[in-house]
């Protein structure tokens, strides 16, 4: 198959990458590389301006003054792509969060086999914040009432999601006056739906008001539920040294590479994988064991929790099959290709599907259910391993990095304070006296249609420069994690002044992994912590923080740069707008562009842009948090204060005469 127009340094960042695509080539293999190269995007559906909602059209509308055969706007057909996006989005986020309650209320049960809650001390914070009692009540009881108080927030009819009390309190009055506040995530989901049936809402602001109360619904609902019962049930992260990219595949041992997102069959796996029948089961196929890794979102579950290697983001799913090294590649739910199949024919590797919900045909299905959890696991290992014999030739990039993940906002929390003084003040402080000029959060996928990796990486390492602490989740994170930049000191030769002295003094990489696409409702709460701290105004809005997703691909990542701007965040996409309109359009009748942009930050004190450069991306970025910075009073950001302090600076010490250090130190040459 043709590789297309790109060569293999333009299509990925990373050498491992690189390496398989001279491979696919070789084998004459097509990839999602090769594939954008080959299909070139619709232009007019790339830019929002088709609608196909009923059998009139589909409508194409080119020409400006244009309508459908209903009548229908540019303007209205633009809003409604975009809401319907983000409904499915937020419905995918929240269906897992569901399935995490549903598990959670099994667990509680005693129906669920294997499952156990690790982290009681999470579970009884989670339940007295939504006033369950739980004096003198076993954690079984406050589970029970949890999971069906939090299983009650997806069908619940009106009021509002219970986890949106979770925000500044004068966000929440917001929301109120705005009418955006989320009742329940499957009304607010249906509702996107109904509203744009052919005949219904026309008014693309007000399709758009109904966005933000749908997107609401996923971060201040679905999205937090599911992180909640994961660290409930797993354990909050905390700290690990882990590895990331296709070199953490082994040669000797059976790999499993466990894809997609719900953590509670990964986690059973590993479970599994460490059980002595299944490493015996190993060790008689002939190998020295099972080496499990991840790809997406469920590496990032695992890989926090327990350390378990990364062998990649997004576009490594078919890479790591193309090493020829991996026995199966069990996926669940979201961000999975249809491609894999296709692909895994080449090579020995079995495709196995487990969501009652996900099937791909030529995909072997094993189904799971989290009452036989344990069972199931072990039963796929052993497809697994019965698989192994079946190798042929493989050829595994030796190319692998170490980073540390693991940094929930309950433990950024512990870091800047320790057991007794846990705060946020240390943080806020740094901030306030510009050593951090402010914070990023760079998120979200990859996307072939950009070099893999590199938007998120340059934005990242260039924000670093500029003194911007950033935290960063899902295949994001992934990506920094390959370029190094998510290990401790190895990382802090290539941050500025006041940010090393921080990260020096607390004992933090430069960029904090925060876990998975859901989990950016961390970064919700993170902010929240930080404004009720004190010093940097009473709203997330006023925050000096941006949002960035440079290669972003899935309509997750819209419901999530929406709540983002509806809790007050800038949010910044890079590559295309799916609403970028006509070219030749005059500006300001760009209703829709322009209504998530200024008028947004009108009514929710954020905004959501589109920009493609890098390096704007960066300006706008510095310039929003310089903004913000002003608005708060803070001294405007200086590097040249800092750096004297910190490591660097105990070295300098070491290395001066006596004389001129005790004048350094305490301003006297002599005694
Ligand atoms: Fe065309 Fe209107 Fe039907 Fe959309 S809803 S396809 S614009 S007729
Ligand atoms: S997996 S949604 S490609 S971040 Fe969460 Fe990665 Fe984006 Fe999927």
Known sequence: MARGKRTYEEQSADPAAQQMLIRADELGIGTAFSRADDMVPCNIGGAGMCCKICGMGPCRLTKDGQTGVCGATLDTIQARNFIRAIAAGA??????GRDMAFTLKAVANGEAEGYMIRDVAKLRMVARDNGIQIEGRSPTEIANDLADLYIAQFGQQRGRIIATKRAPAKRQQLWEERGVMPRGVDREVVEALHRTHIGDDQDPEHILVHAVRTALSDGWGGSLIATDVSDILFGTPAPILGQANLGVLKDDMVNVVVHGHEPTLSQMIVAASQDPE?????????????????????????????????????????????????????????CIMQALVELASNFHTQIITTSPKVQIKGATHIQFDEHKALTIAKQILKVSIDNYKNRGKTHIPQVREDLIPGFSHEYINYMLGGSYRASFRPLNDAIMSGRIRGVAAVVGCNNPRSKQDFLHTYVTEQLLKQDVLVVETGCGAIASAKLGLLLGEAGLDKVGPGLREICETVGIPPVLHMGSCVDNSRILTVLTQMVEEGGLGDDIDQVPAVGLAPEWMSEKALSIGTYCVASGAYVIFGGSSPISGMPDRVADSDIVLRFI???????????????????????????????KRAALGLPEYDPARFGRSGDQRMIELEQMPVAEKRQALYGVAAD
Request: net charge negative; hydrophobic share 45%.
């Open 91 to 96: 419905a995918a986020h929240s269906d897992h």
């Open 278 to 334: 299944i490493i015996e089961y190993a060790k008689q196929a002939g190998a020295k064991g099972i080496n499990l890794s991840g790809i997406c979102c469920t590496a990032n579950e695992i890989l926090m929790r327990q350390g378990i290697p990364a062998a990649g983001n997004f576009l490594h799913q078919e890479l790591a099959i193309l090493t020829g090294a991996v026995e199966a590649m069990i996926v669940d739910v979201q």
């Open 597 to 627: 942009s200024e008028g947004w930050e009108k009514l929710y004190g954020g905004k959501m842009e589109f920009i493609p450069d890098p390096d704007e991306m960066i300006k706008m970025t510095l310039e929003h948090i310089d903004k």
